[in-house]
C-alpha cells in the first residue's frame, strides 16, 4: 500500500473540476485517505516546489499556486503513486495522452491542473507538508 499527494491547482478549482479529477481517482479503486480545501501560504508552496528553485518557471508556478484555493488530497492504494502519476499524463498537457486527466481536461503547461508525488520519497515529504497534522494509518 502507498499513500501520495495530489494537488487539485487553482486552475482546476475555478473551472469545478475537483469532482471530475476526485471521480476518476476514486473509480480507478484508490481511497481518499486526507481531502481539504485551502489557500496555500506562500512558505508552503515554495517548500513544495524547492527541486525547482532556480529554473525559469519556479516564481511562476508558485505565483500559480497561491493565486487561488488549491484541494490537497492524500491518496491510498497499491501502486499509488505510480497510478496516480500516470493518470494525470504528462507535465505538458499538449504531450499527455488522452485518457489522462492533462490529456483531455487542459491546454497548457502554466495551467496543468494538478500536482502528484513523483516517487515514494517526494510522496512522504509532500504529504508531512500537506497534512503535518498526520493522515489515519
Ligand atoms: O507537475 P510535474 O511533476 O509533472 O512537473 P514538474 O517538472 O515537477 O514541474 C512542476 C510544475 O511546474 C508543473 O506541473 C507546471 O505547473 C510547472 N512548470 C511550468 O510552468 N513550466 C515548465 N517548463 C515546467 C513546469
Ligand atoms: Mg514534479
Redesign the pocket.
Known amino acids: 500500500m502507498e499513500t501520495t499527494l495530489v494537488l487539485i491547482?487553482p486552475g482546476g478549482v475555478a473551472r469545478n473540476l475537483i469532482g471530475e479529477i476526485t471521480r476518476r481517482i476514486e473509480l480507478r479503486g484508490l481511497e481518499v485517505v486526507g481531502l481539504k480545501l485551502m489557500q496555500a501560504p506562500r512558505s508552503t508552496v515554495e517548500e513544495h516546489?524547492a527541486?525547482?528553485v532556480g529554473k525559469p518557471?519556479y516564481q511562476?508556478?508558485c505565483d500559480?499556486l497561491t493565486s487561488g484555493p488549491v484541494v490537497a488530497m492524500a491518496v491510498r492504494g497499491t501502486n499509488a503513486v505510480k497510478a496516480v502519476r500516470a493518470m494525470m499524463g504528462a507535465?505538458n498537457p499538449i504531450e499527455a495522452a488522452p485518457g489522462t486527466v492533462r490529456g483531455d481536461l487542459a491546454l497548457s503547461?502554466?495551467d496543468?491542473l494538478t500536482?502528484?508525488s513523483?516517487d515514494a520519497e517526494a510522496a512522504e515529504r509532500e504529504l508531512k507538508l500537506w497534512f503535518p497534522e498526520g493522515l489515519p494509518r
Open positions: 491547482k516546489y527541486e525547482h518557471f511562476g508556478v500559480y507535465t503547461i502554466e496543468n500536482h502528484s513523483s
